[in-house]
């Protein structure tokens, strides 16, 4: 297309596309490896302590038995770097056909577990980063509007309030100050908002008990993640203001509000969009121990469980779907951002 913009369809659009996905592919691979080799590591120990739970009312199972059903016995396998890559192949193997193991004391299967939490991390995921941007693009816009002002100060200093605070420090301090909302005097309905369900509750079997569930850690996710979101929006709002174009279109007497929102938004939320890539990690590792304290049966929650109960075939499955999650996570956002401004497409 001459004179414009390339189209969706074009040339060099599919052949950016493609480049980016191809890496997509070794970039787990190797993400796999490394969580191989890393709990290659500490398997051992596992099966010593297996052994010493069991063989107290289990004769028959020996150590050689345990690393045999771990994958990890290097008599059979010859050594321990073949053992690492055979073992890192075959779970891989397992892997592309939908088998992540099981866990070795339950037996139970480890995707059949993840398929019931993957969707309650999503959702916890998704709600923070809407509150997150729900509450930093718009200071973040009339903080650069108005700055150098009492209102720009106050917003900044909100900023690195937000940044300071941890979301687990700022989850436990949830639940002391509303354990006593009885004191307050507040009625039976709003206390039941205030207190989430002890049992978790799927949306779509309940879905008021789900929100209820939801809503608190959703929002403390997401005031910790806004700190950084608004602080860019500030700066790229500022650098926007500063564009001949935009100064163009304050000398032809044109509104306010009709400058910011046609003119400069859409331009400096190109930078803040890309910044939604980082965050995915920062939310998933931060649901982690939100999930503990608010009782959410997600990858969180799960993680904690495994890694103490040294059941290290979940932990490879958590950590695997958490990197995919990230690794297309960051695909889809270079996509978009390569859409939203071109010019990245020739770095």
Request: hydrophobic share 50%; no cysteine.
């Amino acid at each position: 297309m001459k004179g414009g913009a390339p189209g969706l369809l074009s040339a060099e659009v599919r052949q950016y596309f493609i480049r980016r996905a191809l890496l997509v592919i070794p970039t787990v691979l190797g993400v796999t490896l490394l969580i191989t080799l890393l709990l290659q590591i500490l398997q051992g120990d596992i099966a010593d302590q297996i052994f010493a739970e069991s063989a107290t009312f289990n004769q028959e199972l020996t150590k050689e038995k345990i690393k045999d059903d771990l994958g990890i016995n290097d008599k059979v396998l010859g050594s321990r770097f073949l053992g690492i890559f055979k073992q890192w192949g075959e779970w891989v193997g397992g892997v592309a056909h939908g088998d992540f193991g099981e866990y070795f004391r339950s037996r139970k299967s480890v995707g059949g577990e993840l398929q019931n939490r993957i969707p309650v991390t999503l959702e916890l995921s998704g709600l923070a980063l809407f509150f997150s941007l729900v509450i930093a693009l718009p200071i973040g816009v009339i903080s650069a509007i108005r700055q150098d002002t009492l209102v720009d100060h106050t917003a900044r200093s909100f900023s690195i309030f937000m940044l300071a605070l941890p979301s687990f420090w700022l989850g436990t301090l949830y639940f002391v100050i509303v354990g006593h909302w009885r004191d307050w005097g507040l009625p039976q309905s709003v206390g039941d908002w205030l207190l989430p369900p002890s049992q978790y509750k799927d949306f779509w079997e309940d879905p008021e008990a789900n929100i209820r569930q939801m809503w608190a850690p959703a929002a403390i996710l997401g005031f910790a993640l806004a700190g950084s979101v608004m602080r860019l929006t500030r700066s790229q709002m500022l650098e926007v203001l500063r564009q001949d174009y935009v100064r163009t279109a304050w000398s032809k007497g044109l509104r306010e509000r009709t400058v910011v929102i046609r003119h400069a938004i859409k331009n400096a939320f190109i930078p803040v969009f890309s910044l939604i890539g980082v965050q995915i990690a920062i939310l998933v590792s931060g649901s982690v121990v939100l999930e503990r304290i608010f009782g959410l049966p997600g990858l969180g929650l799960m993680l904690i469980e495994a890694v103490s109960q040294r059941e290290y075939v979940a932990v490879q499955g958590v950590l695997l779907v958490v990197a995919i999650l990230v690794v297309l996570t960051n695909f889809v956002v270079d996509m978009v951002y390569s859409l939203l401004d071109p010019r990245i497409r020739y770095a």
